[in-house]
């Protein structure tokens, strides 16, 4: 069934590194709400590769199975239900148990909560957070509305999309949406897939980290000085809300809360059906090449036709504010050496460093720079780097693709996550693990890939 039962044969999920199990309720709790209930068990999955991992990666993720960023090592990481599990086993693969939970009780958040699941912001705590350091930092930051989430364009709630620009606001250029500004823009997005809360957090610190170090830390005031930095913490709000029901055990959406296509997907997420759109499936740059499912309860669903989503139409023309066009529209055309500014998207969970092409495995144009790039990343980090066929699969609509592929903008995947132990790694990392694990990780490598903005395609020409 895809549907998500609505009846009082629920059962309780827990949460603890990504992963879900559920636990029968007694009858007191099956008449609590709907929404205060996850349905079916969830394991973690490592799958044997029968021929390759990227191939049978883009095989599962064409047959609607939730193929993990994790994959590699002749194996493949597939969250499932036990009766995809079965349809695994059915088309010949094996599967083994990686991770199954305990039982967690929960409390849904407010609309009025700012944080939840120990302390992560919701989209109400990052709006608010934005709102008040423009507020306090007028001099530093600005809030800017970017557009509208597919439920508020559709009059189900939902939310305006937020963008904050940061940088000393010297003149009327500044934080404009002018392609010819005088500073470059570096721009760091999170929770495109909602269920990757730790990336939410990450752009959260990353915003108080500049604004709160302005004037005292020569690093930060010499880079806000020089270029603008853009940080869109949630852009995709509605998924991120859908993600917050479950409070203390997460709804593991991945996708937009588009409901148009395929009526039977679930609402919040059962297995491998889940309502909604992959925006990061959905890019018109190379749409639906490979990597993506035509399958709307697929949580790798591409959409009904490229760009139809609003939250990812809406980043491309704000980007088209921010950025000029400086690539041809050949696929062998070189983006200008004179290419300013710099966009990462963070995705989790695994430890990776990403560029274009992600729709194939064939070197981009820039391939030098954003390789030498990335390769500063991944030292800075600890992670590997490589482009998506290199260490996964490829998989075409992407944001890094867009960006780079439409306006030559030096575009990076970095694929959050720890290694330290079970509690701090998954989709659902305990939020003690930002300040001990991600956030330190993280710091060092966004403030060097900063510098690099004003001139990246010189990157590996010179020193930094």
């Not at 069934?1 to 827990?14: D, E, S």
């Not at 079916?40 to 044997?48: G, R, W």
């Not at 597919?150 to 940088?167: F, H, M, V």
């Not at 992600?358 to 390789?371: E, G, V, W």
Request: glycine share 8%; with cysteine.
């Amino acid at each position: 069934m895809r549907t998500r039962p609505r009846t009082a044969l629920l059962a309780a999920t827990a949460a603890v590194a990504g992963v879900l199990i559920a636990v029968p309720l007694d009858s007191a709790e099956a008449s609590r709400p709907a929404a205060d209930v996850a349905t079916t068990k969830l394991y973690e999955l490592t799958v044997p590769a029968r021929t390759t991992v990227a191939k049978d990666a883009e095989l599962l993720e064409a047959q609607g199975f939730d193929v993990l960023e994790g994959s590699g090592g002749g194996k493949v990481k597939v969250l499932a239900d036990p009766t995809e599990r079965e349809r695994l086993i059915s088309l010949g693969f094996s599967a083994t148990v990686t991770r199954s939970l305990p039982q967690v009780r929960w409390k849904t958040p407010s609309t009025t909560d700012s944080t939840y699941y120990g302390g992560y912001p919701t989209v109400t705590g990052q709006y608010a957070h934005m709102d008040k350091v423009a507020r306090t930092k007028p001099a530093l930051a600005k809030v800017v509305n970017y557009g509208a989430s597919w439920r508020k364009k559709n009059d189900l709630g939902g939310s305006k999309l937020k963008a904050i620009c940061i940088t000393r606001i010297a003149g009327r250029k500044d934080c404009s949406l002018d392609p010819k500004a005088p500073k470059p823009r570096f721009v760091l997005m999170g929770q495109m897939h909602a269920r990757e809360i730790a990336t939410g957090d990450v752009a959260y610190r990353w915003i108080d980290h500049l604004v709160g170090n302005y004037g005292t830390d020569a690093t930060v005031t010499s880079l806000l000085n020089s270029t603008e930095f853009w940080v869109i913490p949630v852009a995709n709000p509605d998924g991120v809300e859908i993600v917050q029901e479950g409070g203390d055990a997460p709804y593991l959406q991945r996708k937009n809360a588009n409901t148009s296509n395929g009526q039977d997907c679930a609402i919040p997420p059962t297995g491998q059906s889940q309502s909604g759109v992959d925006l990061n499936r959905n890019a018109g740059f190379q749409w639906n090449t490979g990597g993506s499912s035509d399958d709307p309860c697929s949580p790798a669903y591409h959409g009904p036709t490229a760009d139809s989503e609003p939250e990812l139409t809406a980043v491309q023309t704000l980007f088209r504010k921010l950025y000029p066009d400086t690539r041809g529209p050949a696929l062998t055309d070189i983006a200008a050496a004179d290419t300013r500014g710099m966009f990462i998207s963070l995705h989790s969970d695994t430890r990776m460093v990403l560029f274009p092409w992600a729709f194939t495995k064939d070197d981009a144009p820039n391939d030098a720079s954003l390789r030498a790039i990335a390769a500063q990343l991944a030292a800075d980090t600890g992670f590997t780097h490589g482009q998506p066929g290199e260490l996964l699969y490829t998989a075409s609509g992407g944001t890094d693709d867009w960006a780079y592929g439409e306006l030559g903008i030096p575009s990076f995947t970095i694929e959050i996550g720890s290694t330290t132990d079970t509690t701090c790694n998954g989709f659902l990392p305990a939020y003690s693990c930002m300040e001990s694990s991600y956030w330190p990780t993280m710091l060092p490598a966004l403030l060097n890939a900063a510098k690099s903005a004003r001139a990246p395609y010189q990157v590996g020409q010179s020193s930094r």
